[in-house]
């Protein structure tokens, strides 16, 4: 039977910008939720002083909670060398985060697809940064998992593997025991694909998921696929909702993962309209995982 975690989409900003939230209390509301676990994200301000990083697992723990995953966003596709060796060494950092924290899955992504860097040059700069990695984080026993991203929070440009062509390749390159796919249904929207289609393609390898729903507030999908997104922060055409009443065929999604023996994490990214609204989507991925694994 999958667990189920919640992430803070709706306090990134408060929680690694501004400073106006603390990690407390996002530790406390997420606690009262019908959920197993916090999806944890390097990027918290707090985080940056590691003497927080056992005081926010005792707090999570004591509420008998746990934090399995670690959200950071590597990029290894930058042209510096000195860049890209300097991202290692953060990623390094971050899976010993997420060991400190009690988890075992650590995000990892390809890079930035930034103008000129063709699709062959990026994935060997990607697999060799992940691979580069993987040693460290089995000597933890944490597994390292690529997400079919569309763009961190913090981004210019968008994912260099957006794309399911490029995903996959990158995927396929790297067969190691401690690596696998943190699979988004959401995001392939934004790569103006079909995440059905996607999940078909890689389901044995997905060892987490983040559950989302996505709206259009305007237009069509055929007009999110022909516009340009290669702008600061996410496309303003399509958006973050309630988990259910979106885009996504939950059904399709959770027989194709109960198919391939799938019992991993699921993290909810929602809430962004408040806590009443992620309370529904817990409600909804409770009663969804129910009718497939129990």
């Known amino acids: 039977m999958p667990k189920l975690a919640a992430f803070p989409k709706a306090f990134m900003q408060a929680l690694c910008k501004d400073g106006t939230m603390k990690v407390s209390e996002w530790i406390g509301l997420a606690c009262q939720l019908d959920i197993d676990g916090l999806e944890w994200y390097a990027g918290f301000l707090e985080m940056d002083d590691e003497r927080n990083w056992s005081l926010f697992r005792r707090q999570v723990e004591d509420q008998g909670k746990v934090i399995p995953m670690m959200c950071c966003s590597p990029d290894f596709t930058h042209p ?15 899976i010993d985060m997420t060991a400190a924290l009690g988890g075992t899955y650590c995000r990892v992504l390809s890079g930035q697809r930034r103008p000129g860097l063709s699709i062959e040059e990026g994935v060997q700069l990607a697999v060799s940064g992940i691979e580069a990695c993987l040693p460290y984080a089995q000597q933890y026993g944490i597994t390292l998992m ?3 991203h569309y763009k961190d929070d913090f981004w210019l ?9 490029v995903f996959c390749m990158l995927v396929d390159k790297i067969q190691h025991p401690n690596f696998g796919v943190n699979y988004d249904p959401s995001n392939t929207y934004l790569a103006g694909e079909d995440p059905l289609e996607l999940l078909s393609r890689i389901s044995k390898r997905v060892v987490t998921m983040h559950a989302s729903d996505r709206y259009l507030i305007e237009g069509t999908i055929a007009d999110l696929r022909n516009e340009e997104m290669d702008a600061a922060g996410y496309a303003k055409r399509l958006k973050h909702g309630e988990i259910g009443k979106g885009l996504n065929d939950y059904d399709a999604i959770f027989t194709e993962l109960k198919r391939v023996g799938f019992d991993g994490w699921i993290s909810i990214e929602d809430g962004v309209d408040g806590m009443d609204q992620l309370e529904r989507s817990v409600a909804f ?3 969804k995982m129910g009718d497939f694994w129990e």
């Open 157 to 165: 440009y968008p994912e260099f593997a957006q794309k399911m062509e």
């Open 285 to 287: 991925l409770r009663k």
């Open 80 to 94: 510096d060398e000195h860049f890209r060796r300097e991202e290692i060494a953060r990623q390094k950092r971050w």
């Open 146 to 148: 690529i997400e079919n």
